[in-house]
């Protein structure tokens, strides 16, 4: 579950993990303001900070509890021809997820 958690607040886009629920927006009528409005709170959500230790750190000393240290790797996908352009709001990104700079 905390896995789930940790996965689920890190994307904008769609998760990825697979869901066996059906979104109740595909089997009925779309609400655009409705799915703006949750759009928006995620993006919200995606720029508050995040402690990723506390979410995988139980998981992680479960599987491991003679750890003393974590080492952690991060991979940003970005699309061909953006990389100049995409850097910058990356880092920027990256420092206020972790670390709560900017934040105000």
């Known amino acids: 579950a905390l896995a ?11 998760p990825v993990h697979k869901s066996t629920t059906v979104s109740k927006l595909a089997v009925e009528e779309l609400d655009i303001g409705h799915a703006f409005k949750e759009r928006q709170a995620r993006k919200q959500r995606s720029w508050s900070r995040l402690n990723v230790s506390e979410l995988s750190g139980p998981i992680l000393n479960e599987n491991n509890p003679d750890a003393r240290c974590l080492c952690w790797k991060l991979l940003v996908l970005v699309p061909p021809g953006m ?22």
């Open 83 to 104: 990389e100049s352009q995409t850097n910058s709001f990356v880092s920027k990104w990256l420092l206020r997820k972790l670390m709560g700079y900017g934040i105000g």
């Open 4 to 14: 789930v958690a940790a996965l689920c607040s890190l994307s904008l886009g769609p």
